[in-house]
């Protein structure tokens, strides 16, 4: 296994929900509205982003429609109606030559051999830029399209994510890199020796294998993985090679990135196998005033309805009817805990006991940034506070989530990124072929494989 040794530069994703990433941005004039089912608009995104030089693209996703209180989802699409993401990245491929092409998979209503053979089918396809994002998700309702009465239990789902992904690879090493002979003078397709059969048998899964397709060309795809609680840290630690967080502060964000790092001593993980690249909200204007009217713009068009769905989801499915939106809210309602994203419950929490804080606050601040960071002003502030954060250790990179897609990714290509190439923070052009190659992470060993020492691992 070995990495890239050129210069560090940030890493670079695209997060994008269909219309864009704030809560009112479907009813924006420049939005695409029907976003979620309008492929030519992903091929938009997909080909601003690579004229932008970003390492990756990067699709959410859930197995359910949104539940809730039908007159707040009325007005709120996302998560709604959408394509399934790896359908359409596979169709992206054919139209990008360079972007990485990351998708969302549950681990909790997935087997590992469908995962397994769709990511390495996606890897193929696009000639290795293919990524998988492991979650555990966070709508309950997807549980009742499966069979269950409820979901998972926050430890169990992520004792079961690490043997799904455990079983995954061992699926992804079924054949050698060099087991596909394809030899019409001899006759043979592939040397049977250089096929391996799983046979994982521990808690939760029970595999055969092998998987029938050959051994993806990033060897693995690249794993991603979101989470800020203890069993999300050490789920990133054993597997993650992009991790998606909640980061607001810069002393927070250098606390977390050192002790993920950290942990992964344990799991015999080079710290610089590991991008921490958290959400970033860029609103940007040629003035820092031009900036804050297009924050304030969007804010004036979420309908308190939706405002109260969004902040009871970020709390964990509390009911917010009746709260009285300009005054603070009730201490009573805040729960010790759920079964919800820790990460945005505790930063919810965090921004709700600020005195003075009502409930319109709240819900305005996280129809944004959707419990992300908000950064707001020129180019030129915009890349110093990136570049801060970036040299103090605190994060590899950002996930850009644009507010109104696309206009604000336009934005961001046609400001933003000139300015953080001009201080060499940013490739000008692709250097390598694959996405680990661009985002400098080594292609893993076959474990069956020959090492480098000569033994087989």
Same mark, same amino acid.
């Given at each position: ?70 007159? #707040?989802?009325? /007005? ?5 109606? $959408? @394509? =399934? +993401?790896?359908? &359409?990245?596979? *169709?992206?491929? !054919? ?83 060099? #087991?596909?002979? /394809? ?5 043979? $397709? @592939? =040397? +049977?020796?250089? &096929?391996?059969? *799983?046979?994982? !048998? ?83 204007? #040629? ?17 308190? *309805? ?152």
């Amino acid at each position: 296994m070995k990495a890239s040794t050129s210069k560090p530069r940030l890493a670079l994703g695209l997060l994008i929900h269909p219309t864009g990433n704030h809560v009112a941005s479907w009813l924006h004039p420049s939005a695409q509205v029907d976003a979620g089912s309008n492929f030519a608009h992903y091929a938009q995104l997909a080909k601003t982003a690579e004229a932008g030089c970003f390492d990756f693209m990067f699709l959410a996703d859930a197995l359910a429609v949104r539940g809730g209180h039908m007159e #707040a989802l009325s /007005r709120w699409p996302q998560y709604m109606a $959408y @394509f =399934e +993401p790896t359908t &359409l990245l596979s *169709a992206l491929a !054919a139209l990008t030559r360079n972007l990485g092409l990351v998708a969302t998979a549950t681990t909790s209503y997935n087997e590992p051999f469908n995962i397994a053979r769709r990511f390495a089918s996606l890897d193929h396809i696009s000639h290795g830029r293919a990524g998988w994002n492991v979650v555990t998700s966070s709508n309950p309702d997807e549980a009742l399209n499966f069979g269950r009465p409820e979901h998972f239990k926050h430890g169990d789902r992520y004792a079961r994510a690490r043997e799904f992904v455990e079983v995954v690879k061992k699926l992804w090493d079924s054949w050698e890199d060099d #087991a596909f002979i /394809r030899d019409r003078a001899s006759g043979r $397709y @592939f =040397e +049977p020796s250089k &096929l391996h059969v *799983a046979h994982h !048998a521990q808690e939760h899964f029970n595999v055969r294998g092998p998987l029938n397709i050959s051994r993806a060309p990033q060897g693995y795809p690249v794993i991603a993985q979101a989470g800020a609680s203890e069993d999300g840290r050490e789920l990133a630690a054993h597997s993650a090679e992009i991790v998606f967080t909640p980061l607001h502060s810069l002393d927070k964000a250098k606390a977390f990135y050192q002790d993920v790092k950290r942990r992964m001593d344990k799991y015999r993980r080079a710290e610089d196998q590991m991008k921490i690249t958290p959400g970033l909200n860029v609103i940007v204007g #040629a003035t820092r005033d031009e900036a804050v009217r297009k924050q304030k713009h969007l804010e004036s068009l979420v309908h308190p *309805a939706v405002g109260l769905e969004l902040l009871s989801n970020a709390l964990g499915g509390i009911d917010l009817a009746g709260c009285d939106i300009d005054r603070p809210l009730p201490l009573s309602l805040i729960p010790e805990d759920t079964n919800t994203s820790k990460g945005t419950l505790a930063h919810t929490i965090e921004m709700s006991q600020k005195e003075g804080t009502t409930v319109r606050q709240l819900y305005l601040e996280y129809a944004g940034a959707r419990g992300q960071r908000t950064l707001l002003g020129t180019p030129q502030s915009i890349v110093d506070d990136m570049e801060e954060w970036f040299h103090s250790k605190g994060v590899d990179g950002f996930l850009i989530q644009p507010s109104v897609a696309p206009a604000d990714l336009v934005d961001f290509v046609d400001l933003v990124v000139p300015e953080l190439q001009r201080r060499d923070l940013l490739r000008t052009f692709y250097e390598g072929g694959t996405l680990r190659d661009n985002l400098q992470l080594a292609r893993p060993d076959n474990r069956h494989a020959a090492s480098t020492t000569g033994e087989r691992s």
